[in-house]
């Protein structure tokens, strides 16, 4: 008998686990009735959601300090101690030698990839020095030319999170033929202004997939191609 | 050589600790935060002081800590480890010092010659720069100057890398299996082409004016 990927050993067997005649992974449709004697809890308000939203990105930003100071810090140890190891190895031993280099290597190549998973979650420059040296780090890894102007003012963990992946997307989309974007951050009140220049415009439905949860919007000035991206968020 | 070091995570503090004692090297110092190096450094000497970034004081402990050292002991060397080598810190690096001072991953000083090699050529006076780091500024310099690098040759852009990565021309020389002389006409073909005025022949000026010119945007940030 063939196992589903869904289904693993342990599982309760298949047949007696509710499904829908569709689709035999998504939950029951929201807007059946609940069943007898349960109570449905109402959908919370605007603000509760906004709260929760803003919960989210300070999980993200504790999990990358938990990758930071729990598995990366004991693979770095890891790698200082089979260092010491080899330097222990008599020289005669030059097989044992390589074997040790190429575990180091291994580690070395584990740590970028922690690293690269952390950048996904929230990326610890952002934490530390916020969205300008973030954004210019961004910048840098991407082939079009991108020039960031950005205070040292500080948002909040939320509303820095959204903006940055809202608009690293944008750099990460935009073509190689493009002539360079200038991005330029700026607080308004108690709202985080971001305007992406000479940005192709059919980004902007994924910039504002990133920012609504926020309570954010997005305008568009120019076109029909290209043109102006204004993201705003209410920050801290 | 005397080495003095700060690290709060305690296994990656114990390990390079036994690996400094294993290379030779005396270490006079041992603590979990920068406020205690400074402590223990007002009485103690040490020839190179090595500190994590993200450190208490937090957020980056290391940098401010290396602010008072500098200050308190000019000639000390400074070595800063950490989990991510980004353009941003070695930037506010540099602005503490542009000689005896250097900037590697934490991992990536995990051999006894690495170690060693980084630590003397930071007594020695050089700038010491993670070379994945230094190889990321040569490969995507900032603005519009991607297009000067381009005209550089094959040869030209690894002595390029080779100064980003803080090495002296007999350094780069070794590296490359080439003499000190040649290595000078191609800093000279190099400073040329990017319109940079080799006009100090102070190694780290010119380390500097490299670093600094990958870095800035097409006007200046």
Redesign the interface.
């Known amino acids: 008998m063939m196992l589903e990927p869904a289904q693993c050993a342990g599982d309760a067997p298949r047949t007696h686990a509710p499904r829908t005649p569709n689709d035999p992974h998504s939950p029951l449709p929201d807007h059946s009735p609940p069943p007898d004697h349960t109570t449905r809890l109402p959908a919370p308000a605007r603000d509760a959601r906004l709260r929760a939203e803003r919960e989210q990105w300070q999980r993200r930003r504790r999990l990358e300090r938990q990758l930071?100071?729990g598995a990366?810090?004991?693979?770095?140890?890891l790698?200082?101690?089979?260092?010491?190891f080899?330097?222990?190895v008599p020289e005669a031993e030059p097989d044992l030698h390589a074997s040790i280099d190429g575990l180091?290597d291994e580690?070395?190549a584990v740590?970028q990839e922690l690293?690269d998973v952390a950048g996904k979650i929230y990326p610890?420059?952002l934490d530390?020095?916020g969205l300008g040296?973030a954004l210019?780090?961004a910048?840098?890894?991407v082939e079009t030319?991108v020039?960031?102007v950005a205070p040292d003012d500080r948002f909040g963990p939320a509303a820095e999170g959204a903006a940055y992946f809202a608009v690293t997307e944008c750099l990460e989309a935009a073509t190689a033929a493009s002539p360079?974007l200038d991005v330029v951050v700026r607080r308004d009140g108690a709202v985080l202004a971001v305007d992406v220049v000479g940005v192709e415009l059919r980004h902007a439905d994924a910039m504002l997939d990133a920012v609504r949860r926020l309570g954010g919007t997005i305008d568009v000035a120019g076109g029909p191609d290209a043109g102006t991206i204004t993201a705003r968020l209410p920050c801290e | 050589m005397r080495v003095a070091l700060a690290e709060d995570?305690a296994?990656?503090r114990?390990?390079?600790l036994?690996?400094l004692q294993?290379?030779g090297h005396e270490v006079v110092g041992c603590t979990a935060d920068g406020d205690s190096l400074v402590a223990l450094l007002a009485t103690q000497p040490a020839d190179v002081a090595i500190l994590d970034i993200?450190m208490p004081p937090e957020?980056?402990g290391g940098l401010v800590t290396a602010e008072r050292l500098r200050a308190a002991h000019p000639d000390m060397g400074l070595l800063f480890l950490s989990?991510?080598a980004?353009?941003?810190y070695l930037m506010r690096i540099l602005q503490i010092g542009t000689d005896s001072i250097g900037y590697r991953l934490?991992?990536?000083?995990?051999?006894?010659d690495v170690?060693t090699d980084t630590l003397t050529r930071i007594e020695s006076g050089e700038i010491v720069i993670e070379p994945t780091l230094a190889k990321?500024l040569v490969e995507?310099p900032?603005?519009?100057k991607?297009g000067v690098i381009a005209t550089l040759s094959e040869r030209e852009l690894d002595v390029l890398r080779l100064m980003a990565e803080g090495r002296s021309n007999t350094g780069i020389a070794a590296q490359l299996f080439v003499t000190p002389k040649a290595v000078e006409k191609h800093i000279a073909n190099i400073f040329g082409k990017l319109n940079l005025h080799a006009d100090t022949a102070e190694h780290h000026r010119r380390v500097l004016a490299v670093l600094t010119y990958l870095r800035s945007?097409?006007?200046e940030e």
């Open positions: 930071h100071d990366a810090l004991r693979i770095s140890a790698s200082l101690q089979l260092g010491l080899r330097h222990r180091q580690l070395h740590l690293r610890p420059l530390e020095a040296p210019r780090e910048a840098d890894r030319p020039r960031v360079g | 995570g296994l990656f114990e390990g390079l036994m690996l294993a290379a993200r957020p980056d989990h991510y980004e353009s941003h934490k991992e990536k000083v995990g051999s006894v170690l990321r995507r900032r603005g519009d991607k945007q097409r006007d």
